[in-house]
Protein backbone atom coordinates (compact mmCIF):
# COMPACT_ATOMS: atom_id res chain seq x y z
CA UNK A 1 0.00 0.00 0.00
CA UNK A 2 1.22 3.65 -1.00
CA UNK A 3 0.59 6.51 1.85
CA UNK A 4 1.25 9.01 -1.19
CA UNK A 5 2.59 9.10 -4.86
CA UNK A 6 3.91 11.66 -7.00
CA UNK A 7 0.16 11.90 -8.27
CA UNK A 8 -1.26 12.93 -4.47
CA UNK A 9 -3.36 15.80 -3.82
CA UNK A 10 -3.78 16.65 -7.69
CA UNK A 11 0.29 16.08 -8.63
CA UNK A 12 1.64 18.23 -5.80
CA UNK A 13 3.27 16.02 -3.53
CA UNK A 14 7.16 15.57 -3.82
CA UNK A 15 7.17 12.14 -1.92
CA UNK A 16 6.12 8.65 -2.90
CA UNK A 17 6.49 6.22 0.19
CA UNK A 18 4.52 2.99 1.01
CA UNK A 19 5.73 0.21 2.70
CA UNK A 20 8.20 -2.03 1.30
CA UNK A 21 7.61 -5.41 0.52
CA UNK A 22 11.28 -6.51 1.56
CA UNK A 23 11.01 -4.82 4.88
CA UNK A 24 10.54 -0.73 6.25
CA UNK A 25 9.18 1.71 4.43
CA UNK A 26 10.46 3.39 1.55
CA UNK A 27 10.20 7.26 0.73
CA UNK A 28 11.24 8.23 -2.63
CA UNK A 29 11.80 11.62 -3.10
CA UNK A 30 11.32 13.82 -6.60
CA UNK A 31 13.75 15.81 -8.11
CA UNK A 32 11.79 18.16 -9.92
CA UNK A 33 7.97 19.55 -9.63
CA UNK A 34 5.86 20.35 -12.24
CA UNK A 35 5.02 24.12 -13.39
CA UNK A 36 1.35 25.94 -13.22
CA UNK A 37 -2.40 24.73 -12.18
CA UNK A 38 -2.68 21.58 -12.82
CA UNK A 39 -6.59 20.49 -13.27
CA UNK A 40 -8.48 19.63 -9.82
CA UNK A 41 -9.96 16.34 -8.97
CA UNK A 42 -13.65 16.50 -7.46
CA UNK A 43 -13.20 15.28 -3.52
CA UNK A 44 -14.30 12.36 -2.82
CA UNK A 45 -17.89 12.60 -1.56
CA UNK A 46 -18.36 12.94 2.24
CA UNK A 47 -21.04 10.40 2.52
CA UNK A 48 -21.02 6.84 1.31
CA UNK A 49 -22.20 6.54 -2.29
CA UNK A 50 -24.04 2.99 -3.25
CA UNK A 51 -22.96 1.43 -6.16
CA UNK A 52 -24.71 2.22 -9.00
CA UNK A 53 -26.09 5.17 -7.81
CA UNK A 54 -26.75 8.67 -10.05
CA UNK A 55 -24.62 10.38 -7.09
CA UNK A 56 -21.72 7.87 -7.72
CA UNK A 57 -22.20 7.87 -11.10
CA UNK A 58 -21.88 11.39 -11.43
CA UNK A 59 -18.92 11.44 -9.16
CA UNK A 60 -17.03 8.77 -11.17
CA UNK A 61 -17.64 10.73 -14.65
CA UNK A 62 -16.35 13.78 -13.21
CA UNK A 63 -13.59 11.94 -11.84
CA UNK A 64 -12.78 10.03 -14.90
CA UNK A 65 -13.06 13.72 -17.02
CA UNK A 66 -10.58 15.17 -14.37
CA UNK A 67 -8.05 12.79 -14.69
CA UNK A 68 -8.32 12.65 -18.41
CA UNK A 69 -7.89 16.62 -18.09
CA UNK A 70 -4.56 16.00 -15.94
CA UNK A 71 -2.90 13.41 -18.16
CA UNK A 72 -3.52 15.84 -21.20
CA UNK A 73 -2.15 19.10 -18.98
CA UNK A 74 0.84 17.26 -18.03
CA UNK A 75 1.61 16.22 -21.55
CA UNK A 76 3.21 19.81 -22.25
CA UNK A 77 3.71 21.27 -18.68
CA UNK A 78 6.95 22.38 -17.70
CA UNK A 79 8.86 20.93 -14.52
CA UNK A 80 11.82 22.57 -12.68
CA UNK A 81 14.60 21.28 -10.74
CA UNK A 82 13.59 21.57 -6.64
CA UNK A 83 16.71 21.81 -5.68
CA UNK A 84 16.38 20.75 -2.04
CA UNK A 85 18.69 18.93 0.01
CA UNK A 86 17.17 15.53 -0.59
CA UNK A 87 16.60 15.67 -3.95
CA UNK A 88 16.25 12.06 -5.82
CA UNK A 89 17.46 10.55 -2.76
CA UNK A 90 15.48 7.32 -1.70
CA UNK A 91 15.05 6.04 2.17
CA UNK A 92 14.00 3.15 3.65
CA UNK A 93 12.74 3.40 7.42
CA UNK A 94 12.79 0.33 9.42
CA UNK A 95 9.81 1.25 12.20
CA UNK A 96 6.86 3.47 11.40
CA UNK A 97 8.29 5.91 13.81
CA UNK A 98 11.71 6.64 12.01
CA UNK A 99 9.43 6.64 9.04
CA UNK A 100 7.46 9.68 11.05
CA UNK A 101 10.62 11.29 11.85
CA UNK A 102 11.45 11.16 8.10
CA UNK A 103 8.55 13.00 6.28
CA UNK A 104 8.79 15.51 9.44
CA UNK A 105 12.50 16.25 8.56
CA UNK A 106 11.58 16.19 4.70
CA UNK A 107 8.26 18.25 5.47
CA UNK A 108 10.28 20.85 7.28
CA UNK A 109 13.03 20.87 4.50
CA UNK A 110 10.14 21.80 1.78
CA UNK A 111 9.11 18.93 0.60
CA UNK A 112 5.57 18.96 0.64
CA UNK A 113 2.82 16.19 0.57
CA UNK A 114 -0.65 15.53 2.04
CA UNK A 115 -1.43 16.02 5.70
CA UNK A 116 -3.60 12.81 5.99
CA UNK A 117 -0.03 10.50 5.16
CA UNK A 118 1.44 11.83 8.72
CA UNK A 119 -2.46 10.81 10.10
CA UNK A 120 -2.76 7.67 8.61
CA UNK A 121 1.23 6.88 10.29
CA UNK A 122 0.01 8.23 13.39
CA UNK A 123 -3.03 6.05 13.81
CA UNK A 124 -1.03 2.93 12.78
CA UNK A 125 1.67 3.76 15.41
CA UNK A 126 -1.21 4.38 18.37
CA UNK A 127 -2.62 1.05 16.97
CA UNK A 128 0.93 -0.75 17.36
CA UNK A 129 1.11 -1.73 13.63
CA UNK A 130 4.32 -1.62 13.58
CA UNK A 131 5.86 -5.28 13.01
CA UNK A 132 9.65 -3.50 13.96
CA UNK A 133 8.71 -3.13 17.45
Known amino acids: M????????????????????????????????????????????????????PELMAWAAAMSAAMKAQDDWLDTADRVSIGGPYDGRTFNSPTLEEFKALLLELRAAGYPFPDYVLETVNAEIQEGRDPAQ
Open 2 to 53: SYCRWSSADWSCDLYCYEDVAGGWTTHVAVNRIVGDVPKTPDWPDKRLEPGS
